[in-house]
Structure formats: C-alpha cells, structure tokens
C-alpha cells in the first residue's frame, strides 16, 4: 500500500504561479510512475504531468512549456512547479502512483485560478 499526501493548493491569479508538492508513504520501493492529475467540476480527470520511472516526464500540451515535475525518489516527493497558470477556474489536482502494477491517489488539493 502506498499513501499519498498532497499539499500547496490554494488560489492564484491568472498568469500566476503555483506549486504543489505530493509526498508518498508506506510500499514506496515499487513506486514507477508518478505524477498530477486534475479535474474541473462535471469533466473527466486528466493528466497534468507524470514521470515514468525516471525515464521520460508526459505532459498534457496545455500545461507544457508552463508547468514543470519533479520527482525526487530519495524523499518520495513529486512536485509540480506552474508557471502562467491559466485559464480561470476551479481544479482539483491529484497526486497519482503506480506501484507493482497498482494505482494509488491522492486526495486531491483545490486549485483556484480567480482574479
């Protein structure tokens, strides 16, 4: 079992910058991948960003060149760095691992992009 934690949600103004920091707890030795997820109210959730095993990092195309993860497997942190948020809006942003073939997530932290 893994246990996540997410933290660093809040409100930001449109052009603004945010981070969000998940660390992760419990079986974290099989952990591969790791990464951000969010959704808006009545939308399916969507990949932000995720890094697969230290190997490559996937970003959706509407966050690159804006938001940036990193993951540090000493610590078991992964953190998602944006930069330019936009557009207005209420997300809530979770924290995903895979870990032996299992998903885990986060409870999730509220982004609010508001002016």
């Known amino acids: 079992q893994v246990q996540l934690v997410e933290s660093g949600g809040g409100l930001v103004q449109p052009g603004g910058s945010l981070r969000l920091s998940c660390a992760a707890s419990?079986?974290?030795?099989?952990?591969?991948?790791m990464g951000w997820y969010r959704q808006a109210p009545g939308k399916q959730r969507e990949l932000v960003a995720i890094d697969i095993s230290g190997l490559r990092t996937n970003y959706a195309d509407s966050v690159k060149g804006r938001f940036t993860l990193s993951r540090d497997n000493a610590r078991n942190t992964v953190t998602l760095q944006m930069n330019n948020v936009n557009p207005l809006g209420t997300d809530v942003y979770y924290c995903?691992?895979?870990?032996?073939?299992?998903?885990?997530w986060g409870k999730g932290t509220l982004v609010s992009v508001t002016s």
């Open positions: 419990g079986s974290v030795f099989g952990i591969a991948a």
């Open positions: 995903k691992d895979v870990s032996y073939g299992k998903e885990y």
